[in-house]
């Protein structure tokens, strides 16, 4: 296994073991972790979606993610990079699949809104199944 996949599975493992995912029915889920210029998890949020599309707001609690987060934003990060800003990491329970999608620059992006709450919702699912 690749040193990639095994951290992208460590965020994987944290967010199934949260206890914030208790009694919830899912097949996918997308999280988003703000990161601060120091490197450290300040902000969370996600939604999880069943088999028929429909969605729950849910997130682990930030001391649960943050260690994955930080330890694969440190893989990543170049010589002379400030890392990214945000991540959006999306996985599919069934299929097992995974993706991460990065912002170093735009902390507006992904931002919910009143405005924008159904857009970011739909735009947000993963589609990792099969």
């Known amino acids: 296994m690749s040193e990639n996949m095994e951290l992208m599975g460590d965020i994987a493992r944290a967010i199934v073991s ?3 995912m208790q009694g ?8 988003v972790v703000t990161v601060d210029e120091s490197g ?4 969370i949020f996600g939604y999880a979606y069943d088999e028929k599309g429909n969605y729950t707001a849910v997130a682990p609690k930030l001391r649960e993610i943050e260690q994955p987060v930080a330890a694969y934003r440190e893989w990543l990060r170049q010589d ?3 890392g990214f800003r945000k991540i959006l990491f999306q996985f599919n329970r069934v299929s097992r699949k995974v993706n991460a999608d990065f912002e170093y620059e735009n902390l507006g992006r992904w931002q919910v809104t009143p405005k924008n709450v ?5 735009q947000l699912r993963p589609n990792l199944g099969e």
């Open 18 to 20: 949260s206890g914030k």
């Open 24 to 31: 919830v029915e899912w097949v996918e889920i997308s999280i």
């Open 40 to 43: 450290e998890a300040s902000e």
């Open 80 to 82: 002379g990079d400030k």
């Open 118 to 122: 159904d857009a970011i919702i739909a």
